[in-house]
């Protein structure tokens, strides 16, 4: 086959389509002086020249398919081609390089609709920026800004949630909150070790119950502490879309799981949650390749499951101090029953009841503890009061039985006297 079209004697690529005017060429045609012989050959419309932009189109579809492929996703390639006629219809269709990340970006908003449609939790077939970038070999902040412009002109994007997914929210708060003198080396740097602390995060499930922006914000401050940046963090708290207080609560939060995994590692102990930027870098870069390698576990846990542990351990402790005063006293005394708190009170009051310490351990607050203490009471109630009716109702049924018995040889003493009596003749 010829490399030039006979129609505009522009370039035949791979695939036999010419790249000025869109010809679909076949390797079986001839030629005679560089034009196309269709004596004895059967019509075929595919053969006729494409529209411009259905050439568009066209010319992307091995992109779609090697997308596709890469980032294992469940989307149908049709469905890709179908939506970049659209694009082309609103004027958001571009050849060449941008083609490309036109394609991936596509891919990634598809996907997360596709998801968004399946049932809640369920994330299959929902693929990240990250992902799509290392699919067409391109920075993700390009597949960034194409995406985002993409639904804020198609009516049909707009109802994408992208906050959901964690790379997006990473390039979308550096991009949008960094100053303006941090070089592009150092945004780089920050974006790595922010999709490493994302990471342990989401490994280890800490993400549920809580907006990806509010823990990626919080990241971002730390990270940004570590290299002396200094943010405004009321700008942050407004694009993360929470309050200034859910940031620095998250930061907390993050400071404290990231102090607990450099004390796994021997000689770590002097780090604590004031010096903890100063090192940052060791803690990514060493204690976190390290611990991964010896261990299966999730090295972060969700602050809640920290925070039940503590409380567990506080309840247990209430109610070994007052299992001890009642050993010793058997009953608490009142001068020591006075300097009780107000949980200490209820706790005393549930252990003489004999309820079950599990149930007291389970207890969050004073509230709910008084709710267990209620229902228990109230259960106690409930049972004596249907275990002194069945006795009663017992009782009854003897009385009845007695009645019935006495009542049965009383009648039947009556008929043998009743009977005539026969005289016997000699």
């Known amino acids: 086959m010829s490399k030039y079209c006979p129609e505009c004697q522009g370039i035949i690529d791979n695939e036999g389509i010419c790249t ?41 579809e091995r992109c779609v398919e090697q997308v596709i492929e890469r980032t294992k996703s469940e989307i149908n390639k049709n469905d890709v081609l179908g939506y970049l006629r659209r694009l082309e219809e609103i004027g958001l269709l571009h050849g060449g390089r941008k083609g490309e990340i036109i394609v991936a970006a596509v891919v990634y908003l598809l996907s997360r609709e596709y998801s968004d449609k399946k049932e809640i939790g369920n994330t299959k077939g929902q693929i990240t920026f990250i992902e799509v970038a290392k699919a067409v070999r391109t920075p993700a902040r390009e597949i960034l800004k194409i995406a985002r412009e993409i639904k804020e002109k198609d009516e049909e994007m707009k109802e994408v949630d992208l906050t959901m997914d964690s790379s997006y929210c990473i390039y979308y708060i550096v991009n949008e909150v960094t100053p303006a003198n941090v070089s592009k080396k150092e945004k780089e740097e920050i974006i790595d070790i922010m999709n490493i602390c994302q990471g342990l995060i989401e490994e280890s499930e800490s993400q549920a119950g809580r907006k990806v922006m509010s823990v990626v914000g919080g990241i971002y401050a730390i990270v940004c502490e570590s290299y002396h940046i200094r943010i405004d963090r009321q700008r942050l708290a407004n694009k993360c879309q929470v309050k200034n207080s859910t940031i620095e609560q998250r930061i907390r939060e993050i400071t404290e799981q990231l102090v607990k995994i450099s004390h796994k590692m021997s000689g770590s102990e002097n780090i604590g949650i004031t010096n903890l930027p100063r090192y940052l ?55 020591i029953e006075q300097k009780f708190t107000p949980e200490q009170m209820v706790i005393s009051r549930m252990i003489k009841q004999g309820m079950n310490q599990s149930i007291i351990i389970s207890c969050k607050s004073i509230n709910d503890l008084r709710r267990e203490l209620n229902i228990f009471e109230r259960r106690t109630l409930e049972k004596g009061r249907i275990q002194t009716e069945l006795k009663k109702l017992n009782e009854e049924i003897i009385t009845e039985d007695d009645d019935s018995i006495n009542s049965f040889h009383s009648d039947e003493q009556h008929t043998e006297e009743k009977k005539p009596k026969f005289s016997s003749f000699d």
């Open 20 to 60: 000025n005017c869109g010809l679909v060429l076949y390797e079986q045609e001839t030629y005679v002086n560089d034009i196309i012989s269709t004596e004895g050959r059967v019509f075929n419309g595919q053969q006729e020249i494409m529209s411009k932009e259905e050439r568009k189109v066209k010319k992307l």
């Open 281 to 335: 870098t060791y803690i990514i870069e060493t204690c976190v390749p390290f611990l991964e390698s010896i261990t299966c576990f999730p090295l972060m846990e969700h602050p809640k499951q920290t925070k039940m542990k503590e409380l567990a351990k506080k309840r247990t402790e209430q109610i070994e101090e007052i299992n001890k005063i009642l050993q010793k006293y058997l009953t608490i005394p009142h001068e």
